[in-house]
């Protein structure tokens, strides 16, 4: 289950890559909530804020200030989900 949530952001990750207008290439649109990832994995939005609790304490991702999630460790995320 960990491993759809470790996909998804990887795609998210992805995509943002290839558009230029979004200005940090590390950070998911603030409209990417935890319910969003939760609807697309087919996982609980509780089982989501667990698994992204777990990776904010390992240091693989983190919150900015305007509360978007920022990806540290992408390759983390990459070798997790067989990316």
Known sequence: MKE???????????????HPTWNNTFS??????????ANVANVSRTRVSYV????QKENIITYSKEGKIVILDI???????GY
Do not use: A, G, N, Q
């Not at 759809?4 to 290839?18: A, C, D, G, Q």
């Not at 992204?52 to 990776?55: A, F, P, Q, R």
């Open 52 to 55: 992204m609790s777990e990776l």
């Open 28 to 37: 998911i649109p603030k409209y990417i909530t935890h319910e969003i990832l």
């Open 75 to 81: 390759d983390f995320l990459h070798d997790s989900c």
């Open 4 to 18: 759809k949530i470790y996909y998804i952001l990887s795609i998210i990750h992805s995509f943002r890559e290839i």
